[in-house]
């Protein structure tokens, strides 16, 4: 079992920057492909980024490349997303999760979730 924790959500105004982190305890990271999700009120959640065992490959939905940044620390169970320029249509509850493959970006490939990190961007 993986227990997975995110943090570093909060209200930012557009064009600013946040950065999340997930946390996981019970098994160690470096066993597994990552990913972050987010859900928007009303709509399903949805693929934003993915990383590999070593952090060595990423991939990220159209939407958010060139201003979200994913990447792990195994040493310290941990992955990050910073995400810079944010705009009002990224906010929602963001999500890691962990999976056996890399490259999932459909929820049910994923074993692992975090509880959510709400993030809330102003116009």
């Known amino acids: 079992q993986v227990q997975l924790v995110e943090s570093g959500g909060g209200l930012v105004q557009a064009g600013g920057s946040l950065r999340l982190s997930c946390t996981a305890s019970g098994r160690t990271l470096s066993s597994y492909a990552m990913g972050w999700f987010r859900q928007a009120p009303g709509k399903e959640r949805e693929f934003v980024a993915a990383?590999?065992?070593?952090?060595?490959?990423?991939k990220y939905t159209d939407s958010v490349k060139g201003r979200f940044t994913f990447s792990r620390d195994n040493a310290k169970n941990t992955v990050s997303l910073q995400m810079n320029s944010l705009k009002p249509e990224d906010t929602a509850v963001y999500y890691c999760?962990?999976?056996?493959?890399?490259?999932?970006?459909?929820?049910?490939?994923?074993?692992?979730w975090g509880q959510g990190t709400q993030v809330t961007v102003s116009s």
């Open positions: 990383i590999n065992w070593s952090g060595g490959s990423t």
């Open positions: 999760a962990a999976a056996t493959f890399y490259s999932a970006t459909t929820p049910s490939s994923y074993n692992y």
